[in-house]
């Protein structure tokens, strides 16, 4: 059982390019988020998903897109990456229930990636 | 709109002192409240969680958390720390924002242990 993954673990990218960041889960969970974690700032909610095919803007969704194809997996997309989204990422999931985020949300070990 | 305080950016100890990292939120009808740790180059794991009933709540490894209704707050502690607990700690709130449920964290509190 490993939980969520992420990869990769590193990457740089040059100002404009394109990358895809990939979460999965083995847990069979219906919910799944991306973060970024900045210092001092803690962690903004980028995008998430509640099931397979959905997905949602959270807090800092401006220059990112997500997709849900697969309930176990949630890809991350920076379609022209910029200084400004150099950044830990981060990827969770949770259980469904009727008590919609009192769950424990489960993370990945994370993505650095740095923007030149 | 929901909001976390964690006032300390670190907190600095000798190992086997007791420890308080602050959290203070803003105040709603129904409160959902967390702990996270994040522990150094790891992924973040869920500390401990206040839903409803005892307002102490503990982890599996000596930390407890009260909620304060009256104060807003929802403070860490534990009375003696070991070298093993140096990480940084996250307070969340969950909120209802757009329609949905959401996660509001803290800025984060880093424990640093002192031999």
């Known amino acids: 059982n490993a939980g969520v993954t992420q990869t990769p673990k590193f990457r740089v990218l040059k100002t404009g390019q394109s990358m895809t960041l990939l979460c999965a889960q083995d847990?069979?969970?219906?919910?799944m988020y991306w973060y970024r974690q900045d210092p001092g700032m803690g962690l903004r909610l980028i995008h998430y998903?509640?099931?397979?095919?959905?997905?949602a803007k959270g807090e800092v969704p401006d220059g990112y897109n997500v997709s849900r194809l697969k309930k176990q997996n949630f890809l991350l997309g920076l379609e022209s990456a910029a200084p400004s989204q150099t950044s830990v990422y981060f990827c969770?999931?949770?259980?469904?229930?009727?008590?919609?985020?009192?769950?424990?949300?489960?993370f990945g070990p994370g993505t650095r990636l740095t923007v030149l | 709109a929901q909001s976390v305080t964690q006032l300390d950016s670190q907190v600095p100890v000798f190992e086997e002192a007791p420890v308080e990292l602050r959290c203070n939120y803003s105040?709603?009808?129904?409160?959902?409240l967390f702990w996270y740790v994040q522990y150094p180059n790891q992924g973040l794991q869920l500390l401990l969680k206040?839903?409803?009933?005892s307002t102490l709540v503990e982890s599996i490894n000596g930390f407890e958390a009260e909620f304060n209704k009256s104060q807003t707050s929802f403070h860490l502690r534990k009375p003696s720390v070991h070298i093993s607990d140096t990480a940084e700690y996250f307070c969340?709130?969950?909120?209802?924002?757009?329609?949905?449920?959401?996660?509001?964290w803290g800025a984060g509190t880093k424990l640093i242990i002192k031999p």
């Open positions: 969770a999931s949770s259980y469904s229930s009727t008590y919609i985020h009192t769950d424990t949300q489960y």
């Open positions: 847990m069979n969970h219906e919910y």
């Open positions: 998903s509640v099931g397979e095919g959905t997905t």
């Open positions: 105040s709603s009808v129904s409160v959902y």
């Open positions: 206040y839903l409803s009933g």
């Open positions: 969340a709130v969950r909120t209802y924002m757009d329609s949905n449920y959401q996660l509001i």
